[in-house]
């Protein structure tokens, strides 16, 4: 009996992080840790292999971060408060017309991951002698106390926190004050813990950038559609 094997190279960030966790011997695609962002120039012309793609063009964000085997990122580094720092993330770029949401945090890789930028953008600061360094950024983690009567955390996707069974609490963390109870956010520190914060308070931010749009009318859509 003739068998063929398809090859197949996917790029992109996965919808979850365990697909990188599973055995190889289930798979016959290659999997890149990043995608292709600016060009193709570091593959091999190879006729056995296809590239695909989650992303429908070259990922043209300017500063974007590729945390391998995770997703692309950015820093914003200009202070916003939570809800327009999310409104940020969301809005397509005018000239690549690629959208995103504020980061997913819950697991050790992202937050570890995005931390390290911090603390790597905090060197570089102090390198070139300048002051302005982060301390917090906002990340893709909030509780809305309209939305039920217990604390609960939930991601951008409105995905709860209790569906992830990572953790990264700074110590007297969640804090449940007064001024935090009915909206409270969460930022990521230098250092790799979550903290709440009044999501009034203009902070720095993280977006991860999507493969696809989404239009709460319309669902989820091309990003260049």
Request: proline share 3%.
């Amino acid at each position: 009996m003739n068998t063929t094997t398809s090859y197949v190279t996917i790029a992109g960030n996965t919808s979850r992080d365990h697909y990188w966790e599973q055995a190889q011997l289930y798979f016959n695609c290659h999997v890149l840790k990043c995608p292709e962002r600016e060009s193709s120039k570091t593959l091999i012309n190879d006729s056995s292999f296809n590239y695909y793609s989650l992303y429908d063009q070259l990922i043209a964000v300017p500063h974007h971060i590729c945390v391998s085997q995770v997703g692309i990122f950015t820093l914003s580094t200009n202070p916003e408060t939570f809800v327009n720092a999310s409104m940020q993330c969301q809005k397509p770029n005018n000239d690549t017309k690629q959208c995103g949401s504020l980061a997913h945090i819950a697991s050790e890789k992202r937050t570890t991951s995005l931390a390290r930028i911090l603390t790597e953008y905090n060197e570089k600061q102090e390198e070139i002698k300048l002051k302005s360094k982060i301390n917090l950024a906002y990340v893709g983690l909030h509780f809305n106390r309209s939305r039920g009567n217990h604390f609960e955390m939930f991601n951008m996707d409105d995905d709860s926190l209790r569906c992830f069974g990572y953790r990264a609490w700074e110590p007297g963390n969640p804090k449940m004050s007064s001024n935090l109870r009915n909206t409270s956010c969460v930022a990521l520190s230098s250092h790799g813990t979550w903290l709440t914060v009044d999501c009034k308070r203009k902070l720095p931010y993280f977006c991860e950038v999507l493969t696809r749009c989404h239009d709460k009318k319309d669902g989820w859509k091309g990003a260049n559609q």
